[in-house]
């Protein structure tokens, strides 16, 4: 995607966009690009917005400053965060750890303003990368300054939420940012903060159980009779995770030129989140008072409000971010690079009240859940480089470590220290090393053969659980795969390319699949420690072609993959069991397209569209037989985007871009047909963006998403309506 010039009133400072991932370009894959252009069109918060219009995609982000904003893609819904990787330059990113909606990859160590272009990659097609490659791969490449560079931003925006509930309002938040870098002789330096706050959109709703002692039931107004997603009647007096966050980033990157033939980039990120999450009762007695607790007479009808279903939560987390690269070239065409990680939960801490306390927390009991050392490592070290005139060859070896240790306690007053009991616990690990090899061998004019494989051996050690009591110690496991990868390409003229591609994905269990669970009669429950992992064998034959103006593609793809990992209940034995647990077979096919074109029809129109039909399927599942034949969870049957942007005088331009998710299930048997709080449904927004650049180095914008306020849900209500104002400075 050609990226537009900049407006004659602005100088930008010249930088340069680190690309670790060698030769990124040559991946036998579907590749979209978003440029550092494309994202100030848009209106950006995070760097989870780069993805905003990205084809086939999406990002579950459900306020600004969401930390469990989960990919979506292809083959994954929300709830499969470890078929995803994110990297920023070769640092992974991505929380694999677990899978679901706490597994989102950790956006907040990457700010906007240091992104410089995002590459996403479809699809297990290259051996470079593990098996949770399997659904989407995201590079971020960062800038460095070439010389003297500094840039302040200031945003503001405001949200327009409304539901059918009665907690409808205004939430609205604040960002500032702010960056200083250079460039003097070998060494480059970029110094990034970022404070973050905000008020967010009720997430979730209290609802009461039919019965109690209807001589004792208080009545009262304002409560909702309701429908879950499958039909049944409830009723909903409350709303719960109204989360006011204050996120504040740091991040300090250095780079230097050894050599000539090496270079070294040295990244430190930190992170801290401080966020409250508050109730509010909706309903009221005969004298006006709020009532949270207790029997209620609502509807004709009597109920009995469960004690902590209006109880709040707060969390406090720190995290650290280390990494460092090296990487050279050698004269005959030869580059290698080397890059470790160590992602840090210095500090996380999510504390809950036991009791219902709408409005202001006042405090008492309730537990402290602490997940504080856990975190990654990673290491990396990859050449690649010319053999003779037809081969392009890729080599490295790989090696990862997830740490995950948790642990919850009483506390006489959850606003305070976790300063009573033990409740529960559970700890585990996870290790891969891996070694791979690809060739690429352009063994004739227009036609390119791309054969790799990559080894893997990976390993769970460690796993404990707990309860008050006691404790028990799960059994090591070790296993190793092998992953062929292979794709032909012919570009049969200048302008078109055909490729066929078909690669095998292994995603291995993570660390809360396979430890978290429960102890009952002395021995674990509820949990596999033997799941198998997921293995996809995936399919892509892409059409692609180049105009002098921009491109299009069409790609069909099919992902057949066994053993999917997903909570689930086992319906074959009694009493019946909730776990994860692995889904026998599991099928997605689809069809995609998408283009982008510059100055369409007229000077300074850019347009980019696409559109993707996908058919997910359950095709075996024997845990859960009422899954077979059913429409897999959380993958629409359809996604599309447009955005277009139009530079309509020097130092103006404007913004249009449309989203549409199609008609998906949220259960495995496809039984949630109500659209209400719970149910995963279809939405269109539109979202739109003016900018002026005012003066020299000066931009103002104003912009908008949801502009029709429209109301959707995936589990928990989006963001309505949400304006934005923003006033920029570069130098």
Same mark, same amino acid.
């Given at each position: 995607?050609?990226?537009?010039?900049?407006?004659?009133?602005?100088?930008?400072?010249?930088?340069?966009?680190?690309?670790?991932?060698?030769?990124?370009?040559?991946?036998?894959?579907?590749?979209?690009?978003?440029?550092?252009?494309?994202?100030?069109?848009?209106?950006?918060?995070?760097?989870?917005?780069? %993805?905003?219009?990205?084809?086939?995609?999406?990002?579950?982000?459900?306020?600004?400053?969401?930390?469990?904003?989960?990919?979506?893609?292809?083959?994954?819904?929300?709830?499969?965060?470890?078929?995803? %990787?994110?990297?920023?330059?070769?640092?992974? *990113?991505? !929380? *694999?750890?677990?899978?679901?909606?706490?597994?989102?990859?950790?956006?907040?160590?990457?700010?906007?303003?240091?992104?410089?272009?995002?590459?996403?990659?479809?699809?297990?097609?290259?051996?470079?990368?593990?098996?949770?490659?399997?659904?989407?791969?995201?590079?971020?490449?960062?800038?460095?300054?070439?010389?003297?560079?500094?840039?302040?931003?200031?945003?503001?925006?405001?949200?327009?939420?409304?539901?059918?509930?009665?907690?409808?309002?205004?939430?609205?938040?604040?960002?500032?940012?702010?960056?200083?870098?250079?460039?003097?002789?070998?060494?480059?330096? *970029?110094?990034?903060? !970022?404070?973050?706050?905000?008020?967010?959109?009720?997430?979730?709703?209290?609802?009461?159980?039919?019965?109690?002692?209807?001589?004792?039931?208080?009545?009262?107004?304002?409560?909702?009779?309701?429908?879950?997603? !499958?039909?049944?009647?409830?009723?909903?007096?409350?709303?719960?995770?109204?989360?006011?966050?204050?996120?504040?980033?740091?991040?300090?990157? *250095?780079?230097?030129?050894?050599?000539?033939?090496?270079?070294?980039?040295?990244?430190?990120?930190?992170?801290?989140?401080?966020?409250?999450?508050?109730?509010?009762?909706?309903?009221?007695?005969?004298?006006?008072?709020?009532?949270?607790?207790?029997?209620?007479?609502?509807?004709?009808?009597?109920?009995?409000?469960?004690?902590?279903?209006?109880?709040?939560?707060?969390?406090?987390?720190?995290?650290?971010?280390?990494?460092?690269?090296?990487?050279?070239?050698?004269?005959?065409?030869?580059?290698?690079?080397?890059?470790?990680?160590?992602?840090?939960?210095?500090?996380?801490?999510?504390?809950?009240?036991?009791?219902?306390?709408?409005?202001?927390?006042?405090?008492g009991p309730g537990t402290v859940a602490d997940k504080g050392g856990s975190g990654w490592d990673t290491f990396d070290l990859r050449s690649s480089g010319p053999l003779g005139d037809q081969h392009m060859l890729y080599a490295g070896i790989h090696g990862d470590r997830y740490v995950l240790d948790t642990r919850v306690r009483n506390a006489s007053d959850w606003l305070g220290d976790a300063d009573g009991t033990q409740v529960s616990a559970f700890a585990g690990r996870t290790q891969t090393r891996a070694a791979y090899l690809q060739d690429v061998w352009s063994f004739a004019p227009a036609w390119a053969l791309t054969i790799g494989g990559r080894l893997e051996q990976w390993r769970a050690y460690g796993g404990l659980l707990a309860n008050a009591s006691s404790s028990l110690r799960y059994t090591d496991r070790q296993r190793t795969d092998f992953s062929p990868k292979a794709a032909l390409s012919w570009d049969f003229s200048d302008d078109w390319q055909l490729r066929l591609a078909h690669g095998k994905a292994v995603r291995y269990p993570t660390v809360a699949e396979l430890f978290q669970g429960t102890i009952s009669a002395n021995a674990i429950v509820n949990n596999n420690p033997d799941l198998q992992p997921e293995i996809d064998e995936s399919t892509d034959l892409t059409l692609n072609r180049s105009l002098t103006n921009g491109h299009w593609r069409v790609s069909l793809f099919q992902d057949r993959i066994a053993h999917s990992l997903y909570s689930q209940t086992d319906i074959t034995v009694t009493p019946t069991v909730t776990s994860v647990q692995n889904i026998d077979r599991s099928r997605v096919r689809g069809i995609e397209g998408e283009f982008g074109l510059t100055d369409v029809w007229t000077s300074g129109l850019d347009l980019q569209a696409s559109v993707a039909f996908t058919h997910s399927r359950t095709l075996e599942d024997r845990q859960y037989p009422l899954a077979d034949g059913k429409w897999f969870p959380r993958i629409p049957k359809m996604r599309a985007s447009v955005f277009a942007d139009y530079r309509f005088a020097a130092q103006w331009d404007m913004s249009l871009g449309l989203r549409h998710s199609g008609r998906q299930y949220g259960s495995l048997d496809n039984s949630d047909f109500v659209d209400s709080y719970g149910a995963v449904t279809a939405f269109t927004v539109a979202d739109a963006k003016l900018r002026w650049h005012l003066a020299r180095g000066w931009t103002a914008s104003l912009g908008v998403d949801n502009l029709t306020n429209e109301h959707y849900w995936v589990y928990h209500p989006y963001a309505g309506r949400t304006w934005f104002g923003e006033l920029r400075w570069d130098l």
């Amino acid at each position: 995607m050609a990226t537009d010039p900049a407006p004659a009133t602005t100088t930008l400072a010249p930088v340069s966009v680190h690309a670790s991932d060698t030769m990124v370009t040559e991946t036998p894959a579907v590749r979209v690009q978003v440029t550092r252009a494309q994202l100030h069109r848009q209106n950006v918060t995070e760097s989870a917005d780069a %993805l905003k219009y990205a084809p086939n995609m999406m990002v579950r982000k459900r306020y600004i400053g969401d930390p469990n904003a989960v990919i979506s893609g292809r083959n994954a819904g929300t709830l499969q965060s470890a078929r995803s %990787l994110v990297y920023a330059d070769g640092l992974l *990113l991505s !929380n *694999l750890m677990t899978n679901g909606y706490d597994g989102a990859p950790r956006w907040g160590m990457v700010a906007p303003e240091e992104i410089g272009a995002v590459d996403i990659l479809y699809g297990p097609y290259s051996a470079l990368y593990p098996g949770n490659s399997l659904g989407t791969t995201v590079l971020i490449h960062t800038t460095l300054p070439q010389r003297l560079t500094a840039s302040v931003s200031s945003q503001f925006f405001s949200q327009d939420f409304h539901d059918a509930y009665g907690s409808s309002g205004h939430y609205n938040g604040r960002q500032i940012a702010a960056t200083l870098g250079d460039k003097q002789g070998r060494w480059s330096w *970029l110094l990034e903060v !970022n404070r973050l706050d905000n008020d967010g959109q009720p997430l979730q709703y209290a609802t009461a159980q039919a019965g109690g002692n209807a001589a004792t039931a208080v009545p009262v107004t304002g409560a909702t009779l309701d429908r879950n997603p !499958n039909g049944s009647p409830r009723l909903v007096y409350g709303a719960n995770s109204i989360e006011h966050t204050v996120q504040t980033q740091a991040k300090f990157k *250095l780079g230097v030129d050894i050599t000539d033939n090496i270079a070294a980039l040295f990244t430190l990120g930190w992170w801290h989140d401080r966020a409250q999450d508050r109730t509010r009762s909706l309903i009221r007695n005969a004298d006006g008072q709020l009532v949270s607790s207790g029997v209620i007479d609502a509807a004709g009808t009597t109920w009995t409000l469960p004690a902590s279903g209006l109880a709040p939560s707060s969390g406090v987390d720190t995290h650290m971010l280390y990494g460092a690269e090296l990487n050279g070239h050698f004269d005959n065409g030869w580059r290698w690079t080397s890059v470790v990680s160590h992602y840090d939960f210095l500090h996380s801490k999510a504390a809950t009240a036991n009791l219902a306390e709408p409005g202001v927390p006042i405090g008492g009991p309730g537990t402290v859940a602490d997940k504080g050392g856990s975190g990654w490592d990673t290491f990396d070290l990859r050449s690649s480089g010319p053999l003779g005139d037809q081969h392009m060859l890729y080599a490295g070896i790989h090696g990862d470590r997830y740490v995950l240790d948790t642990r919850v306690r009483n506390a006489s007053d959850w606003l305070g220290d976790a300063d009573g009991t033990q409740v529960s616990a559970f700890a585990g690990r996870t290790q891969t090393r891996a070694a791979y090899l690809q060739d690429v061998w352009s063994f004739a004019p227009a036609w390119a053969l791309t054969i790799g494989g990559r080894l893997e051996q990976w390993r769970a050690y460690g796993g404990l659980l707990a309860n008050a009591s006691s404790s028990l110690r799960y059994t090591d496991r070790q296993r190793t795969d092998f992953s062929p990868k292979a794709a032909l390409s012919w570009d049969f003229s200048d302008d078109w390319q055909l490729r066929l591609a078909h690669g095998k994905a292994v995603r291995y269990p993570t660390v809360a699949e396979l430890f978290q669970g429960t102890i009952s009669a002395n021995a674990i429950v509820n949990n596999n420690p033997d799941l198998q992992p997921e293995i996809d064998e995936s399919t892509d034959l892409t059409l692609n072609r180049s105009l002098t103006n921009g491109h299009w593609r069409v790609s069909l793809f099919q992902d057949r993959i066994a053993h999917s990992l997903y909570s689930q209940t086992d319906i074959t034995v009694t009493p019946t069991v909730t776990s994860v647990q692995n889904i026998d077979r599991s099928r997605v096919r689809g069809i995609e397209g998408e283009f982008g074109l510059t100055d369409v029809w007229t000077s300074g129109l850019d347009l980019q569209a696409s559109v993707a039909f996908t058919h997910s399927r359950t095709l075996e599942d024997r845990q859960y037989p009422l899954a077979d034949g059913k429409w897999f969870p959380r993958i629409p049957k359809m996604r599309a985007s447009v955005f277009a942007d139009y530079r309509f005088a020097a130092q103006w331009d404007m913004s249009l871009g449309l989203r549409h998710s199609g008609r998906q299930y949220g259960s495995l048997d496809n039984s949630d047909f109500v659209d209400s709080y719970g149910a995963v449904t279809a939405f269109t927004v539109a979202d739109a963006k003016l900018r002026w650049h005012l003066a020299r180095g000066w931009t103002a914008s104003l912009g908008v998403d949801n502009l029709t306020n429209e109301h959707y849900w995936v589990y928990h209500p989006y963001a309505g309506r949400t304006w934005f104002g923003e006033l920029r400075w570069d130098l």
